[in-house]
């Protein structure tokens, strides 16, 4: 079946770690993007990728990064520079061209600093 | 800049109709979303108005006003598994076709 697999679904980090939450999709989706979700608000875009090797910085780029190296893979590094980490994040694909406002997303990895 | 506005909350009973709203403003306008999200679960997309009017999908419907720049989500025959975060979102003008900004989300309460 096609789908977004994230991982781990569950992750726990001392302040002042870095940790990376991976992303594969097997749609054959060029765009790919990371959100993050605080309890009780919306998505807000961290990431986003259009192509293979160019990502583009979204509304709360700070304290994160991102590569991508290949068509199905987005990992997202939550550096230590990110001063509130703790969030659910979710990881979304989607066709390149034209607009479906259509996003599938994965099941998201749920970080929590200690 | 882009903002949508929508009810934090919503309860209604099994069988009954909701209507969720979402107001928004955009500095270009190509349609709006509709998504589900069950507590812990992922968001799963529901809808797309690019035009305006009705568009049924089973139980659910979605409505569009450009002129208003309102749209809605109607639920008909309630069932407690429509229990979920409901999510209005809409592309941005610049950066990707599909990169979409989100509401802060409409909590529905189905009760018996």
């Known amino acids: 079946d096609g789908g977004i697999t994230q991982s781990p679904k569950y992750l726990f980090r001392k302040e002042g770690q870095n940790v990376t939450l991976s992303c594969e999709q097997n749609l054959n989706h060029d765009a790919m993007y990371w959100y993050r979700q605080d309890p009780g608000q919306g998505l807000r875009l961290i990431y986003y990728s259009q192509i293979v090797n160019d990502f583009q910085k979204g509304d709360i780029a700070e304290g994160y990064s991102v590569s991508r190296e290949k068509k199905e893979s987005f990992p997202l590094t939550v550096t230590s520079a990110q001063k509130n980490p703790t969030a659910f994040y979710l990881c979304?694909?989607?066709?390149?061209?034209?607009?479906?406002?259509?996003?599938?997303f994965g099941e998201g990895s749920r970080l929590t600093v200690l | 800049g882009q903002s949508l506005e929508q009810p934090s909350e919503v309860t209604a009973v099994e069988g009954a109709i909701v209507q969720i709203n979402c107001t928004y403003q955009t500095s270009g306008f190509y349609g709006l979303s509709w998504y589900q999200q069950h507590d812990g679960g992922a968001p799963t997309f529901l809808s797309y108005?690019?035009?305006?009017g009705l568009e049924e999908t089973g139980r659910f419907s979605s409505f569009l006003s450009r002129s208003d720049s309102y749209g809605y989500l109607l639920l008909q025959e309630l069932q407690m598994k429509d229990s979920a975060s409901y999510f209005c979102a809409v592309p941005a003008p610049l950066g990707g076709y599909n990169k979409l900004i989100f509401g802060a989300g409409t909590r529905l309460a189905v009760h018996p």
């Open positions: 108005n690019a035009l305006d």
């Open positions: 979304a694909s989607s066709i390149f061209s034209g607009r479906t406002g259509e996003l599938f």
